[in-house]
């Protein structure tokens, strides 16, 4: 195997963006991941220069590769294999906090919701 280029499940697994494998292949199965603007499979190459997008737990990420590690090391030499650009850090930052705020504007209750707060719940939601 040659060491510039990788397949596109294990680069996600090997830089810590999915802690399995197997997770790695069903985001990109899914959809969720996009290599330089076309959707792809779990089996693309990637190579140094590529551009990602992927949405992993509601948060987008655009990333370019700058590095294609050779195992699955520390989250320090994860970080150094790929670069995102600041105003994509922040837009996630931004929506981050806006889903911060509106949880904390939602009922809050000890344990499980009463007859009143899941009506509450149910109002706020629109049903």
């Not at 499940?9 to 330089?36: C, E, I, M, P, S």
């Not at 959707?39 to 370019?64: F, N």
Request: aromatic content about 6%.
């Amino acid at each position: 195997m040659s060491n510039d280029s990788l397949r596109l499940d294990r680069w996600l697994w090997f830089t810590r963006f999915y802690k399995t494998r197997t997770a790695a292949q069903a985001a990109v199965n899914g959809g969720h991941v996009r290599v330089n603007g076309e959707r792809a499979r779990a089996a693309t190459s990637v190579r140094v220069g590529d551009e990602i997008r992927l949405v992993r737990q509601q948060s987008a990420y655009a990333l370019k590769i700058l590095a294609i590690p050779a195992r699955r090391g520390p989250a320090k030499d994860a970080q150094a294999c790929y670069e995102e650009p600041p105003e994509s850090a922040a837009r996630r930052e931004r929506q981050l906090a806006e889903l911060r705020r509106d949880r904390m504007q939602m009922p809050m209750t000890k344990g499980k919701p009463d007859k009143h707060t899941r009506r509450q719940l149910r109002d706020r939601k629109g049903r």
